[in-house]
């Protein structure tokens, strides 16, 4: 049995987006988005390692991952790059969540 996908969720991406995202500059194919996206980074971002900069493991050995909205990054594959904090980053292995989200993993460029 398949359970229908429930109308709370078609407003839960800008919702979620909304109250937790950061805009971030994203290309797609090689060409940069006329306007930066909002974006849901998480992960290690230097606040677990002093010093340690971007990306550095944590404690958890968590790599830092991104969620976007599935509309605002239509044609998004791996190898894409996006800048956060004015570090760049490459998208791997984009996965749509089946609610309106696209979770990626993220690797130092």
Known sequence: MTIPAH???IDMPDAF???LGEEVELTIGGVALPAPVRAVVR???GE???GGGFGEPG???MSPKVSFAEADVPGLKDGDRFTFKGVAWIV???MPDGRGMV???LERA
């Open 7 to 9: 109308p709370v969720f």
């Open 17 to 19: 987006l909304d109250a």
């Open 43 to 45: 992960g290690p971002f």
């Open 48 to 50: 677990v390692v002093a």
């Open 59 to 61: 404690v958890n050995g």
């Open 92 to 94: 791997r292995e984009p």
């Open 103 to 105: 979770r990626c993993e």
